[in-house]
């Protein structure tokens, strides 16, 4: 079984700016697959292009750094291919929410069975800065310095929306709360969305650690909650919006399973070929020593 330790790349430790957001999800997911009991045999993890992505370097498992916006899509493939693993991927809101916007819709839909973990600092992070589909409205960056025009993308309420069978958000800065979401997330049966608040100390000087612990609330603590009740989880999406002059008490901010179908019918279930890995149908290993042979030095 892994332990968060056995999850670390040794001397190769995380680079991202001292106090980034990114430092929270790493130890929260460590421990939760730790809790989780899970094999190293039995887990890979895929990974967008970002800072969030250089966690391929830190992460010690399989896994795959795939181009930017394109990490579901390759787990897909993956998870598809050997259904027997535990397929976990991790994206920015660049990188998910824009370049790889369709592959999110579309992976939803499909109820990939698989987790999708979104680092959302509501920036473009590792290209210094630049406004992001999850940017507030109004916000000035280097790329819109009179203030972001239009609408940020809403992924809880767009998942919710689109028949998600797991739609959760976190909290960089609540790391025990986070990894039971991380928990739930990875068991369920189905696409599972985690968008995570990860402040970037660095770029967003409006989202930071402070500012979510002053708007934070949970869904759980909520008197009706009930994460099987679709609608309700679409009225609670709605009810994010958080534009820069809000002050604390006109903009609460849910965080918490919002949506839980435990009876979900995933894209795997829909292809009995899968009872047997396809892995499994292909030729036994061969020995390709001979073949290797006129390229040896
Ligand atoms: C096809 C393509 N377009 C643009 C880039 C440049 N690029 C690298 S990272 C990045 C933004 C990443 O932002 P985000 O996904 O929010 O992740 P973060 O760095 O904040 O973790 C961009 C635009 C790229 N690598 N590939
Ligand atoms: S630029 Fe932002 S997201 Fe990237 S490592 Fe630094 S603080 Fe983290």
């Keep these: ?80 291919t050997r259904p027997d693993l535990t397929v976990i991927v991790e994206m920015g809101d660049g990188d998910g929410y824009g370049i790889g916007g369709n592959h999110f819709l579309h992976s939803v839909r499909r109820n990939i069975d698989l987790t999708a973990i979104f680092h959302n600092n509501q920036i473009y992070g590792l290209t210094t800065g630049q406004a992001s589909p999850t940017s507030d409205q109004f916000m000035r960056t280097p790329s819109t310095p009179g203030g972001v025009i239009e609408e940020p993308v809403n992924p809880v309420g767009v998942a919710v929306a689109q028949g998600a069978t797991f739609v959760a958000r976190g909290f960089a800065g609540d790391i025990p709360h986070l990894k039971e979401l991380y928990k739930r997330a990875i068991q369920h049966k189905g696409f599972s969305l985690v968008d995570v608040y990860q402040p970037c100390v660095t770029w967003n000087k409006v989202n930071t650690f402070s500012w979510f612990r002053e708007r934070i609330y949970k869904v759980e603590d909520l008197p009706d909650y009930d994460p099987r009740d679709r609608t309700k989880a679409f009225h609670l999406s709605m009810s994010t919006f958080h534009e820069l002059t809000c002050a604390p008490d006109e903009c609460r901010i849910p965080i918490g399973v919002f949506l839980e179908d435990p009876d979900s019918f995933t894209y795997q279930d829909g292809l009995p070929q899968l009872d047997r890995p396809m892995f499994k149908h292909a030729e036994r290993p061969r020995d390709i020593t001979q073949a290797l042979e006129p390229y040896r030095v």
């Design 1 to 80: 079984m892994l332990t968060a330790a056995d999850l670390e790349r040794g001397a190769l430790k995380p680079t991202w700016c001292p106090g980034c957001g990114n430092f929270g999800m790493y130890r929260a997911l460590k421990e939760a697959i730790e809790e989780l009991g899970l094999a190293a045999e039995e887990l890979v993890m895929v990974w967008g292009i970002g800072c969030h992505g250089n966690g391929a370097d830190f992460y010690n498992v399989q896994g795959f750094h795939g181009l930017h916006g394109r990490a579901l899509p390759l787990a897909t493939g993956i998870a598809l």
